[in-house]
C-alpha cells in the first residue's frame, strides 16, 4: 500500500520561503519519479515541479528560477524548497508519484499516479 504524506505547509508573507516535504512508504522511491502539484478550483491539479529517478528537476510556469525540487532516495523523501512567495502562491499542494507519462494538469487523486492528501501553503 502506498504512501505519500505532505507536511511543511505553513502560513508566511510575501516574499517568504519554505520547504515542504513529502514522505513516501510501500513502494521502491527510487523507482519512481516525483511530482508536485498545486491544487485549485473543482479539484484540479496543476504540476508545479518533478523530479525524475535520476535526480533531473523540471519546473512549469511560476516556479522556474523559485521553487527547488529535490530528493533523498535512503530516506523515501522528495522535497520542495519554495522562495519569494508570492499570495499566487497559496494552495494546497500534493506530492504525487510521476510515471513514463507525465500529466501536466489533472483531477487530484486522479488513477495516474499515487498522491498524497496535500499540505497546505498561504501566503498573505
Known amino acids: 500500500h502506498v504512501q505519500l504524506v505532505e507536511s511543511g505547509g505553513v502560513s508566511v508573507q510575501a516574499g517568504g520561503s519554505l520547504t515542504l516535504t513529502c514522505r513516501a512508504s510501500?513502494?521502491?522511491?527510487?523507482?519512481?519519479?516525483m511530482g508536485w502539484y498545486r491544487q485549485y478550483r473543482w479539484n484540479r491539479c496543476k504540476l508545479v515541479s518533478r523530479?525524475?529517478?535520476?535526480?533531473?528537476?523540471r519546473y512549469y510556469d511560476s516556479a522556474e528560477g523559485r521553487f527547488t525540487i529535490s530528493r533523498d532516495n535512503s530516506a523515501n523523501t522528495a522535497y520542495l524548497q519554495m522562495n519569494n512567495l508570492t499570495v499566487e502562491d497559496t494552495a494546497v499542494y500534493l506530492c504525487?508519484?510521476?510515471?513514463?507519462?507525465?500529466?501536466?494538469?489533472?483531477?487530484?487523486?486522479?488513477?495516474?499516479?499515487?498522491w498524497g492528501q496535500g499540505t497546505q501553503v498561504t501566503v498573505s
Open positions: 504525487a508519484t510521476i510515471g513514463s507519462v507525465v500529466v501536466s494538469e489533472t483531477t487530484c487523486g486522479s488513477d495516474y499516479s499515487d
Open positions: 510501500g513502494l521502491n522511491f527510487g523507482d519512481f519519479g
Open positions: 523530479i525524475r529517478k535520476d535526480g533531473e528537476p
